[in-house]
């Protein structure tokens, strides 16, 4: 599978960002898939993974409640809706294949097939 982050931006902080994570290749439909962000001079930080049926999510505490992570097998896409936007989460957001399943996990050694990130840019 090779996966694709799209959808970044600079917003305001309070406005809304939908990420898009496009896959390509076998196995994508039965796979977890998560999202992860670094910002400059950070670790790379867990924001949210749902197993590959739709019927689990996890997300870090610092973005329940604001993020919503969904996807459309059919569609090869997995989605990151962001609202109320805090420059604490501008960084660098990538998706990635989870290895195993079909618990979710937060670790990102625990994933792959990480796609090019896509820059979100919040101002206070």
């Known amino acids: 599978v090779q996966l694709q982050a799209s959808g970044g931006g600079l917003v305001q902080a309070g406005d809304s960002l939908r990420l898009s994570c496009a896959a390509s290749?076998?196995?994508?439909?039965?796979?977890?898939i998560g999202w992860f962000r670094q910002a400059p001079g950070k670790d790379r930080e867990f924001v949210a993974a749902i197993s590959w049926t739709s019927a689990n999510t996890y997300y870090a505490n610092s973005v329940k409640g604001r993020f919503t992570i969904s996807r459309d097998n059919a569609r090869n896409t997995v989605w990151l809706q962001m609202n109320g936007l805090k420059p604490e989460d501008a960084a660098v957001y990538y998706c990635a294949r989870a290895h195993f399943g079909p618990s979710l996990r937060a670790a990102a050694t625990d994933y792959g097939s990480w796609g090019q990130g896509t820059q979100v840019t919040v101002s206070s």
């Open positions: 290749g076998h196995g994508f439909s039965t796979s977890n």
